[in-house]
């Protein structure tokens, strides 16, 4: 009996590893169909700011000091490892490089660091796959968690923010992570109870503890919002007992643990965050404060046909936006699964309990605490993506249980098919999109075509590489070109032998942007207004499902 749970133990752990292994081939396969964004130039310049505050005690900037350059860094690390290793075994590329300008080197640079960084990014975002796949396994049966890794990869938002995100991806991948580890440290606390007293040493209540905790602080490395999860556990923990009288034993005897937990945070924190060392108190302080406003950021953002001070949008705004960028099917199973925890609430084991809440806090105490607090929001719900692997656990967790429900073996393969269509329905819709899949709108919204002019589409700057590449094969040599939107994300891929001058429109007063060969803009703010060279007629687009993005007008006589 013993063999036969055994052996089914392992073919599910085999489910698991293929269905990662398949999301895997896939994203490997696709990785260098993305462009670069607006903000990965930034976020590279960050890792040089804080080595500079640690070699030569050089001041980091005020935007930069209270964003988490750990993920970039590794990243960065990753590059050095195999610059070194592909100069050491070709040689030819060195002359090359010589004849290089500085501006042209630096822009190589940018280049291959984000190559790399998009791998490095989407082999991370695996993680969150398995953890995904670890949290139904606990919560529904593991035979059936691999079904949790498909639904994941099916979150159009999800996937597409996974090869080039360079902050909101991988805090999402750490919290669910945080999620699934933390219900595991409480599953080995509650195996304790019966035990005797708690003592701190080299066992596996303090390691997990510890571990636990450098996981947190990692988090927060990433973003600061990844200290709540140090409160997260002890509410699991305490709403988990099936007594609450014993609230207050269950805290004191465990005190110790947590103690463990809450210093390797701050120990991990401050050693991640170089900004923090001169007064890591007053810093996080400001860190959390300055994040949770954002007031440095108060643009317009393009909601409901509007356009709206980023500080100045509805409560409902978010809400709006999972709304409308979730597949329906999957915010339908998520709700019935929150509903159907709280019904059957009791009959869970406490790991179990722990485990619901934890998704829970993921899920819905961040936005809430965002509406809140009137936090400053903008680009759709990236700055939420973190709740997706939540919502998708809570969607495949439901699905199981309906589908285990279900005895009749024809209603199953009925179920089963209309299930399987649905998510080819969204798998075609990600194709079309590809490799701009983070753009999606669901169907009830009306897709994309609904949401153009009406909400932000691609507002990242990914498909000016799709356009620049146009444009060497199509532009007069020597053209000029001006760019509304990252010019950056564009001048990369342009071609040095066709000697395009690139412009930044945004580097110019209102009313005296000069006249150029070609206009390249972003559907963004007023970049694609008719009032902008009405005179230069749209050549090309980059378009997905029937709908332009990056839109490009030709001003030559």
């Given at each position: ?25 896939i ?55 195999q610059?070194?290793i ?8 060195i ?59 099916l ?59 450098c ?19 002890p ?23 947590y ?43 393009l ?11 509805p ?24 509903i159907?925890i ?13 485990c ?99 909400q932000?589409?691609e ?9 620049m590449?146009w ?19 564009a ?46 007629p ?10 332009p ?9």
């Amino acid at each position: 009996m013993k063999a036969r749970v055994n052996q089914n133990i392992s073919k599910a752990y085999l489910k698991i590893l293929l269905a990662i292994a398949l999301v895997a081939a896939i994203g490997f396969s696709v990785v260098p169909h993305y462009g670069i964004t607006w903000d990965e130039p930034m976020e590279l310049d960050m890792v040089q700011w804080n080595l500079d505050f640690i070699k030569k005690g050089k001041p980091i900037s005020e935007h930069g000091r209270y964003h988490g350059f750990i993920f970039n860094y590794f990243s960065d690390v990753v590059y050095q490892a195999q610059d070194d290793i592909k100069q050491k075994l070709a040689t030819e590329n060195i002359t090359k490089e010589k004849q290089q300008t500085n501006w042209q080197k630096w822009l190589t640079s940018i280049r291959q660091k984000t190559a790399i960084k998009h791998i490095v990014t989407f082999a991370f975002s695996l993680l969150a796959y398995f953890s995904v796949a670890g949290i139904v396994s606990i919560l529904a049966d593991i035979n059936s968690a691999w079904f949790g890794v498909i639904i994941l990869a099916l979150f159009p938002r999800f996937w597409g923010h996974s090869f080039f995100n360079p902050k909101d991806l991988p805090f999402a991948t750490l919290f669910i992570a945080a999620t699934c580890a933390g219900t595991f440290v409480l599953n080995t606390y509650f195996k304790t109870e019966e035990k005797e007293a708690i003592r701190l040493g080299f066992n596996k209540v303090t390691i997990y503890s510890l571990l636990y905790g450098c996981l947190i602080g990692l988090t927060t490395g990433v973003r600061i919002g990844g200290f709540f999860l140090l409160f997260f556990l002890p509410i699991a923990h305490i709403l988990a007992q099936s007594d609450f009288k014993s609230i207050y034993k269950t805290l004191i005897r465990y005190s110790k643990l947590y103690l463990v937990i809450y210093l390797t945070w701050a120990i991990t924190t401050i050693t991640i965050y170089p900004a923090s060392w001169h007064n890591p108190i007053i810093w996080f302080w400001k860190a959390v404060n300055s994040l949770s406003k954002f007031s440095v950021w108060n643009n317009y953002v393009l909601f409901n046909g509007q356009q709206i001070l980023g500080r100045e949008l509805p409560w409902y705004y978010l809400p709006r936006w999972i709304s409308i960028t979730v597949p329906v099917l999957f915010q339908i199973s998520a709700l019935v699964g929150l509903i159907w925890i709280i019904s059957k609430y009791r009959q869970f084991t406490k790991t179990q309990r722990a485990c619901a809440i934890l998704v829970i806090l993921q899920i819905f105490f961040l936005p809430f605490l965002a509406i809140i607090r009137q936090s400053t929001m903008y680009d759709e719900m990236r700055h939420f993506i973190f709740i997706l692997p939540g919502i998708a656990v809570l969607a495949s967790t439901t699905i199981i249980w309906v589908y285990q429900k279900i005895m009749n073996r024809y209603i199953r393969i009925f179920m089963a098919t209309l299930l399987s269509l649905y998510c080819v329905a969204i798998l075609y819709d990600m194709i079309s999109l590809h490799p701009y899949e983070f753009i999606y709108f669901n169907r009830n919204y009306g897709g994309l075509k609904a949401a153009y002019h009406q909400q932000e589409t691609e507002y990242w700057g990914l498909s000016f590489k799709e356009a620049m590449e146009w444009l060497n094969q199509n532009a007069e040599p020597n053209s000029t070109i001006l760019i509304a939107g990252p010019w950056i994300a564009a001048e990369i891929y342009a071609d040095p032998s066709r000697n395009f001058t690139i412009m930044n429109r945004d580097e110019f007063p209102w009313g005296k942007v000069p006249n150029p060969d070609y206009y390249m803009a972003l559907p963004r703010y007023d970049y694609q207004s008719s009032s902008f060279f009405p005179e230069c007629p749209i050549i090309y687009s980059v378009t997905r499902q029937d709908t332009p993005l990056t839109t490009i007008r030709n001003c030559l006589k």
